[in-house]
């Protein structure tokens, strides 16, 4: 087994496993990657914010879980911790006996957070808001994070900087220089998770034309699928509800269970 680095050089190796964080130039994101033989096996994202290190995407292959990549990659990153001003290491997942067993075997403790739901490609393109207020918006004033200048990557929202998000899935509109609107969604293992949207005006079609084009990338990417899960968690309990209803009546949108924090104290 060998524990990298992910940098440009070497992240296409490990994609799907973790957002192309990279392509925004991040100085304070760590990946890691697990690589045996000649295959990846899994990787590690963690953002170092206000001396936090906050793990922000974990995955192994399937076939290759419980052989120890998990810890391993837990591990080096306490090793780059080591020396830093970093106090804490904590991280946010869907509660699951496994994963709670995983962060337990190696220190942290464990608090309830939020509830994470999810609806699947297929019930959004049956829905209401899909043929009422979707299917027909354009896009065009929209551009791709990974398409944007260095410039025009300055004029983005700085509180866009504490997510881990794929330029090639998040979108933003710019005018007169300023964001003002934006979706940021990371593609993983088969989910599309939408990590941040945000709209500087009070028009919730401008949202709409993200939502659009994070569909189109979704279709684009999984030709004839169906059941991709666009996954999100709720600040504010009500939206869960609009947004169900939204979709077509109670039902659509399903709970992938409680967020839970753990957290590891140096």
């Given at each position: 087994?060998?524990?990298?680095?992910?940098?440009?050089?070497?992240?296409?190796?490990?994609?799907?496993?973790?957002?192309?964080?990279?392509?925004?130039?991040?100085?304070?994101?760590?990946?890691?990657?697990?690589?045996?033989?000649?295959?990846?096996?899994?990787?590690?994202?963690?953002?170092?914010e206000?001396?936090?290190?906050?793990?922000?995407?974990?995955?192994?292959?399937?076939?290759?879980?419980?052989?120890?990549?998990?810890?391993?990659?837990?591990?080096?990153?306490?090793?780059?911790?080591?020396?830093?001003d970093?106090?804490?290491?904590?991280?946010?997942f869907?509660?699951?006996?496994?994963?709670?067993?995983?962060?337990?075997?190696?220190?942290?403790?464990?608090?309830?957070?939020?509830?994470?739901?999810?609806?699947?490609?297929g019930?959004?393109?049956?829905?209401?808001?899909?043929?009422?207020?979707?299917?027909?918006?354009?896009?065009?004033?929209?551009?791709?994070?990974?398409?944007?200048?260095a410039?025009?990557?300055?004029?983005?929202?700085?509180?866009?900087?504490?997510?881990?998000?794929?330029?090639?899935?998040s979108?933003?509109?710019?005018?007169?220089?300023?964001?003002?609107?934006?979706?940021?969604?990371?593609?993983?293992?088969?989910?599309?998770?939408?990590?941040?949207i945000?709209?500087?005006?009070?028009?919730?079609?401008?949202?709409?034309?993200?939502?659009?084009?994070?569909t189109?990338?979704?279709?684009?990417?999984?030709?004839?699928?169906?059941?991709?899960?666009?996954?999100?968690?709720?600040?504010?309990?009500?939206?869960?509800?609009?947004?169900?209803?939204?979709?077509?009546?109670?039902?659509h949108?399903?709970?992938?269970?409680?967020?839970?924090?753990?957290?590891?104290?140096?």
């Open positions: 087994m060998d524990i990298t680095r992910i940098t440009k050089d070497n992240e296409r190796s490990f994609l799907p496993f973790c957002a192309r964080s990279a392509a925004k130039g991040a100085p304070d994101l760590i990946r890691i990657g697990a690589i045996e033989g000649d295959m990846a096996r899994g990787a590690l994202s963690a953002r170092i206000d001396g936090i290190a906050d793990i922000t995407s974990l995955y192994i292959l399937p076939g290759d879980r419980r052989r120890g990549y998990g810890k391993a990659l837990a591990g080096k990153l306490e090793e780059f911790m080591e020396g830093s970093v106090d804490a290491i904590c991280a946010a869907p509660e699951s006996d496994d994963l709670n067993h995983f962060f337990d075997s190696l220190g942290y403790v464990l608090f309830p957070g939020m509830d994470v739901f999810y609806f699947t490609l019930e959004l393109l049956r829905s209401r808001i899909w043929e009422k207020h979707i299917k027909g918006r354009k896009t065009a004033g929209l551009k791709k994070v990974s398409e944007i200048s410039r025009e990557r300055n004029a983005l929202d700085t509180g866009m900087g504490f997510y881990d998000y794929d330029p090639e899935w979108t933003v509109c710019l005018e007169d220089g300023k964001c003002t609107s934006s979706l940021l969604a990371v593609n993983t293992a088969d989910n599309v998770s939408i990590a941040w945000n709209s500087d005006k009070d028009d919730p079609s401008i949202l709409l034309q993200h939502l659009r084009a994070l189109d990338k979704t279709m684009e990417e999984y030709p004839g699928r169906r059941d991709i899960r666009f996954r999100m968690v709720f600040d504010e309990a009500d939206l869960s509800g609009k947004l169900e209803q939204l979709l077509g009546g109670r039902g949108l399903k709970s992938e269970g409680r967020m839970i924090n753990a957290v590891k104290l140096k």
